[in-house]
């Protein structure tokens, strides 16, 4: 049994349903930790599911009593 320990940004960015560009600004303001491979970016998936889990619940404004 294989343990997947990173992705492509492109993989990592299809996994949390956001656009590469949108991934690309969490990683350049660095709240995700990648690592390179010559010039190809490697998301360590145990970060990006803590981010992802990180994310907040609901829409930002959104009013948690309905």
Do not use: H, N
């Not at 993989?11 to 303001?29: C, F, H, N, T």
């Amino acid at each position: 049994m294989s343990e997947t320990i990173a992705v492509p940004r492109p993989q990592a960015a299809a996994l949390v349903g956001l656009s590469d560009k949108e991934l690309k600004r969490a990683i350049d303001d660095g709240e995700i930790r990648v690592r390179y491979r010559g010039r190809k970016c490697l998301v360590d998936y145990s970060d990006l599911r803590a981010w992802f889990d990180a994310l907040p619940a609901q829409k930002p404004g959104a009013d948690a009593t309905l």
